[in-house]
């Protein structure tokens, strides 16, 4: 069955440092998404992303993050300098279509540890 | 904008015992509510959705959840609990207007007691 694959697992960085969390979407979705999770937490959406530019994007995705299609498989999310703060589960998503009765399938997700 | 809350975060049953997860949502338009399943060290995996008609909606496991318009609610309930069902679980909703994004709740972590 079709799944949504990311890498790594664990991620370990120090404060300041840039991550980039890589995501291989569905082959044949075109939606994709990134969402986190900080413990205890709600799950929360950082942004969405289609036709290669970003569709929809929430507060908690300012200029520190970005994202990029760099290829026809991969997805990926990039924190600039990282803080404190930004540990959490980071969650990839993708979706056949936009239309929001529409299923997103998750990734397992990359813990990012921040020291 | 929409939110979901999940009362309990935490809920115990029996193995054999009735599983009540309990979501209520807040929408000004018609909500699309998604219940999903996140078990140890693995994604979210989608049980059931709702987006129109019926309003029991039966799912994978033996999960059903029931869209009430009038109480605002899509609680997730499943006849005998098994202890495969341990999990956290977490209940979702989207809409066409506004914040298009999937909004979830909280989660609601399911402790199965043998």
């Known amino acids: 069955e079709p799944e949504v694959t990311q890498t790594p697992s664990h991620q370990v960085t120090q404060m300041g440092q840039e991550v980039i969390l890589r995501c291989v979407p569905i082959?044949?979705?075109?939606?994709f998404y990134w969402y986190r999770q900080i413990l205890g937490q709600k799950v929360e959406f950082l942004v969405s992303f289609y036709n290669n530019e970003i569709s929809e994007k929430s507060e908690i995705f300012d200029d520190q993050f970005s994202v990029e299609r760099p290829d026809g498989s991969n997805f990926t999310l990039k924190i600039r300098s990282t803080k404190l703060e930004d540990s959490a589960m980071y969650f990839c998503?993708?979706?056949?279509?936009?239309?929001?009765?529409?299923?997103?399938?998750f990734g397992s997700g990359t813990q990012l540890s921040v020291l | 904008a929409q939110s979901v809350t999940q009362l309990g975060s935490h809920v115990s049953v029996s193995e054999g015992a009735l599983v009540l997860l309990r979501c209520n949502y807040s929408s000004s338009v018609p909500p699309y509510l998604f219940w999903y399943v996140q078990y140890p060290n693995q994604g979210l995996q989608l049980l059931l959705k709702?987006?129109?008609?019926?309003?029991l909606v039966k799912g994978i496991n033996g999960f059903e959840a029931e869209f009430k318009k009038s109480e605002t609610s899509f609680h997730l309930t499943k006849p005998s609990a098994h202890m495969s069902d341990a999990a956290e679980y977490f209940c979702a909703v989207r809409t066409d207007t506004g914040r298009r994004a999937l909004t979830f709740g909280s989660g609601t972590r399911l402790q199965v007691q043998p």
């Open positions: 082959s044949n979705h075109l939606y």
């Open positions: 709702y987006t129109t008609g019926a309003t």
């Open positions: 998503a993708s979706s056949e279509r936009t239309a929001s009765n529409t299923e997103l399938f």
